[in-house]
Nanobody, 120 residues
Framework: QVQLVESGGGSVQTGESLRLSCTPSGRVFESPDIGWYRQTPAHKCEFVSL???????QYADSVKGRFTISQDNAENTLYLQMNSLKPEDTGVYYC??????????????WGQGTQVTVSS
């Protein structure tokens, strides 16, 4: 079974930065998109950002201008650079193939996630 392994989370202060990474534990899965989602402390699964198979990026309004998604195809790694972090960015961050699987099965369908905590 394909799984995605997230890393790079941590506890930071408002305004600081983190870079998250995501790699597949098994074979690379062909998907129309791969992206980042977060589960808030209120257990809401939110879309953060995704990149399509043809390289187009999308961002949630709440993170535009602060977060940047990228991928290194040679390393099979997806990144999320998060700058100017705010307390409302706190949550467990998951990467996922195909946005439709998140809608259907939830944020944690593909992996264990990585915790991001931003304190004021």
């Amino acid at each position: 079974q394909v799984q995605l392994v997230e890393s790079g989370g941590g506890s930071v202060q408002t305004g600081e930065s983190l870079r998250l990474s995501c790699t597949p534990s098994g074979r690379v899965f062909e998907s129309p998109d791969i992206g980042w989602y977060r589960q808030t402390p209120a257990h809401k699964c939110e879309f953060v950002s995704l990149i399509t198979s043809d390289g187009k990026t999308q961002y949630a309004d709440s993170v535009k201008g602060r977060f940047t998604i990228s991928q290194d195809n040679a390393e099979n790694t997806l990144y999320l650079q998060m700058n100017s972090l705010k307390p409302e960015d706190t949550g467990v961050y998951y990467c996922a193939y195909d946005r439709r699987t998140v809608v259907r099965y939830g944020c944690d369908y593909w992996g264990q996630g990585t915790q991001v905590t931003v304190s004021s």
